[in-house]
C-alpha cells in the first residue's frame, strides 16, 4: 500500500492545488463595511479550514491560507503564527513598504505540500489592511511573521512562492527537505 502523498491528504481537507485557476487570479477586494458579513464568513470558512489543517499537520513555523486556496476568489487570508500569538486577519493587504534588506529561507506550501523552496524574501514589510468597519490598518512585519504574511499575500496577488524563487533554484521533494519542524534562523541585528 502507497503512503498518500501530502499535497493528497491537503486536497482532501479542501485545499485547492497548485494548477488551478483560481490560484493564478487576483482576489476580489471587499468592500467594507457594505460586504461585512461576506467578509466575516470568508474568515470563519478560513479558520474551519486551519483547524481541519492543523489537526493532521503540525506547524513549527506558524502557518498561513488564503481566501482562493480554499476555493473563494476574495481578498483575505489568516496567518497563525507559532505558540500563542494570536492569529492575524488580513482582509484587502496590500504592502506599502519593504526592507531593503533580504534574507532566503525555505518555504512550503499547502497547494503543492510535496516541495518546499528557498525563497528570498525582505526581512520587514508594512501591510495597509481594512477593518470590517472600513478603517484603513497599517502594521510592521518583520521576519518569520513578514515571510508568513508576504507569502500569503502573493496568493491573494494570484503568485505562488515559485515565482519569488531565483532562476535556476528548483522547489526540492519534501524527503530531501532536512529541516522539516525547524524555526527559521534569522541573524541577530
Not at 80 to 109: F, H, K, V, W
Not at 167 to 185: C, D, K, L
Request: charged residues 20%; proline residues 7%.
Amino acid at each position: 500500500m502507497t503512503q498518500e502523498r501530502p499535497s493528497q491528504r491537503m486536497r482532501d481537507l479542501g485545499v485547492v492545488q497548485s494548477g488551478a485557476g483560481i490560484l493564478a487570479t487576483p482576489a476580489r477586494p471587499f468592500t467594507l463595511p457594505a460586504e461585512r458579513e461576506e467578509a466575516e464568513r470568508v474568515v470563519d470558512d478560513l479558520f474551519a479550514a486551519i483547524d481541519r489543517i492543523s489537526q493532521v499537520h503540525p506547524f513549527a513555523k506558524g502557518m498561513g491560507i488564503a481566501a482562493p486556496q480554499i476555493g473563494i476568489g476574495r481578498a483575505v487570508a489568516i496567518v497563525q503564527p507559532t505558540g500563542d500569538a494570536p492569529a492575524i486577519t488580513l482582509i484587502n493587504p496590500r504592502i506599502t513598504d519593504r526592507s531593503g534588506g533580504t534574507d532566503e529561507q525555505y518555504e512550503g506550501c499547502l497547494s503543492f505540500f510535496d516541495v518546499r523552496g528557498l525563497v528570498p524574501r525582505p526581512l520587514t514589510i508594512t501591510v495597509e489592511t481594512t477593518a470590517l468597519t472600513g478603517e484603513t490598518v497599517t502594521t510592521l512585519y518583520e521576519r518569520g511573521l513578514a515571510r508568513l504574511v508576504h507569502h500569503e499575500i502573493d496568493h491573494l496577488d494570484g503568485l505562488l512562492y515559485t515565482a519569488r524563487m531565483r532562476n535556476g533554484v528548483n522547489p526540492i521533494p519534501v524527503e530531501e527537505y532536512r529541516q522539516t519542524g525547524q524555526s527559521w534562523s534569522y541573524e541577530t541585528t
